[in-house]
């Protein structure tokens, strides 16, 4: 008679006396390949628009495509390593693409040993210091927090006899993005942006981007967010830009300009001024979602503790021997993160010193308790990540600046030290949801925190290629890869370091995002609209008006399914778009690194765009509303 288990309430789906394949070289391959992929792809998107789509469910559908329909093997576990060591990799490139733009705009010119080395601590931290909370956040509370992605993925393992034909929908959906990105930016057959100007608006403009990745990300965030991000757009394009066109007519020179705002065009208007009140909105935004969870955080930690208390009491009744109750061992995994501290505390090219590093394990741990209980209550969607990270900055730039490190010397180090407690968050909100799903369908612990391990590695060693590749052909803070987030950072360092800033129009973004807030409307997705291009938020509401336009289609089977199929069938399509236009944009900005020769002019005008683009989200909306089968 075995021992009692802490976790008696629940049934796997894989009972613990089972022993199924799990942590196999077919799944490793896989998994390995599928974050070196969404890895890629996050970033890539992440640049753009400043946000990251969760990749856990299309590589599971893909990984069940490829184990079940293809090697003909039926391991539910095999399947939950894949989506484990993909989710490693959007994860990762989330807080590489937050941070490390920064250091190529203040021209520090990063190498690819230092990019890795950074976005590779803050991974294998963010698992390290997750794994000593797996019993208490997934196992303990198990009831109380419902890690709502974790779960949602561990009903699609579950419904894994249906992976053959909904991984179809994932590569038809990377098909066709893959191929809309190479007509138009390869072979320039048509423009990527569209735009014309508003009468009766003095510089007023309204467009674009005819990017199938923004489609795909407007149809998974839905109607509410692609409006809030839309919204922001107006306020910032029909009536910021026309206001300084109108007001500064005939004035001078006002800074951060260099010329008068009267002789600028709209997108000039936009890199001078706009682009500071966006991000000043944005960093009160972050911080105002902070502030909202700070009861959540509060009741967290007086969670944590009690739950601590209690596991301890209930410690000796864990039955070690099960397989499902096996972690790494904390005499492997805390000498591991103390000599990861070390190590970049010292080593010649980061060297963040004894003060990065003792914040590295503070501020770190604590936020990665936080961040991993609030994944667990509200989603992953909903961590306040940004806001960490900017509270992150602003406890390390001060102690760096008070401490003698100032100039860009301070700054790369602020900024450092941010980039790896970010991704350790990102990471550490990331394996919660995938230990979830593990502990639903009955998966060994200790393998799949080997997994995250493995995936970190494999999509760490990439992404400074990612990087580097990117802002080579694009420039990161460019109309084309703007950087949001990256850009929000490096004004915060820049900040406190006493630099040269137009504090006015920060403080103005700021007061907006309040009062937005002070309308009961959250302030964050508002103010990455503002900061962005509108050509950039009007695609993403195109794509949230299809998920919403599918949803009342298929209303009434969706109440008898008790689940949205339409949402769920447009969003496996919206993820292969954008995957598909992210890969082949790699693609090409690789050829333009190596100078290989592309068509500079487009063949056809905008209009042609406008149409296509038409077409392709109608071909969206029939496919997510289009009966399975």
């Not at 990471?427 to 200790?446: C, E, H, M, N, Y």
């Amino acid at each position: 008679m075995g021992q009692e288990r802490p976790s008696n309430s629940l049934k796997p789906f894989v009972s613990p006396d089972e022993r199924p394949p799990e942590f196999t070289f077919t799944a490793a391959v896989i998994g390995i390949i599928l974050a070196i992929v969404f890895g890629a792809a996050n970033a890539y998107l992440g640049l753009i628009i400043g946000m990251t789509i969760s990749a856990s469910i299309p590589a599971a559908v893909i990984s069940m495509a490829i184990i079940r329909g293809i090697l003909r093997r039926n391991s539910i576990l095999e399947n939950n390593i894949v989506q484990t060591m993909t989710t490693a990799g959007e994860a990762l490139a989330s807080g590489a693409i937050f941070t490390l733009p920064a250091l190529f705009l203040w021209k520090a010119n990063p190498s690819l040993y230092k990019i890795t080395l950074i976005v590779l601590t803050g991974g294998f931290l963010g698992v390290l210091f997750m794994i000593p909370l797996r019993r208490i956040l997934v196992v303990k509370e198990h009831g109380n927090l419902p890690y709502p992605e974790g779960t949602a993925c561990a009903r699609v393992l579950m419904a894994g006899e249906e992976g053959g034909s909904r991984a179809k929908l994932v590569f038809l959906g990377l098909f066709v993005g893959g191929v809309f990105k190479a007509v138009m930016d390869a072979l320039k057959l048509f423009p990527s942006e569209i735009s014309t100007a508003v009468a009766g608006l003095r510089q007023g403009l309204v467009g674009m981007d005819t990017l199938p990745s923004l489609l795909g990300v407007g149809f998974i965030v839905g109607p509410r967010i692609g409006g809030l991000m839309v919204a922001g757009g107006v306020l910032g394009w029909l009536v910021f830009i026309p206001m300084i066109a109108y007001f500064g007519q005939g004035a001078g020179a006002i800074a951060p300009a260099s010329s008068s705002p009267g002789t600028m065009d709209a997108f000039a208007i936009w890199d001078n001024y706009i682009r500071y009140i966006g991000a000043g909105a944005v960093a009160a935004g972050g911080i105002i979602s902070l502030i909202r969870t700070l009861p959540t955080l509060w009741r967290s930690l007086v969670g944590m503790w009690a739950s601590a208390q209690s596991y301890e009491m209930g410690e000796a009744e864990v039955d070690r021997s099960l397989r499902t109750e096996q972690d790494l061992p904390s005499h492997w995994t805390i000498p591991a993160a103390i000599v990861i501290l070390l190590v970049i505390a010292f080593l010649p090219g980061l060297q963040v010193t004894l003060i990065g590093a003792i914040g590295i394990l503070v501020i770190g741990f604590l936020f990665v308790t936080v961040s991993s209980r609030i994944v667990g209550i509200v989603g992953s969607s909903s961590d306040p990540v940004s806001g960490m990270t900017i509270a992150t900055l602003l406890i390390v730039a001060t102690v760096y600046r008070l401490t003698g490190h100032t100039g860009l010397g301070g700054m790369v180090l602020s900024l450092v030290v941010g980039a790896i407690i970010c991704t350790a968050l990102a990471i550490a909100g990331d394996i919660s949801q995938d230990l979830k799903t593990g502990f639903l369908v009955g998966a060994t612990p200790r393998k799949q925190q080997l997994a995250m391990l493995l995936g970190v590695l494999a999509s760490g060693v990439c992404i400074g290629w990612v990087l580097l590749l990117l802002n080579n052909a694009y420039g990161f803070g460019s109309k084309d890869l703007p950087a949001p987030k990256a850009v929000l950072m490096k004004l915060i360092v820049e900040g406190i370091m006493n630099a040269n800033m137009p504090w006015d129009l920060v403080f103005i973004g700021a007061a907006t995002a309040v009062a937005v807030e002070l309308l009961g409307v959250e302030s964050l997705p508002f103010a990455v609209g503002v900061y962005l291009p509108i050509h950039t938020s009007i695609p993403i509401f195109l794509g949230g008006l299809l998920r919403w336009l599918s949803a009342r289609h298929r209303q009434r089977a969706a109440t008898a399914n008790g689940q949205d199929e339409a949402g769920e069938r447009g969003i496996l399509i919206a993820s292969g778009l954008i995957a598909g236009e992210s890969l082949v944009g790699i693609l090409i900005a690789g050829l333009v690194t190596a100078k290989v020769p592309l068509p500079q002019t487009t063949h056809f005008g905008p209009w042609v765009a406008f149409v296509l683009y038409l077409l392709l989200a109608v071909w969206l909306y029939w496919m997510a509303i289009r009966p399975r089968g």
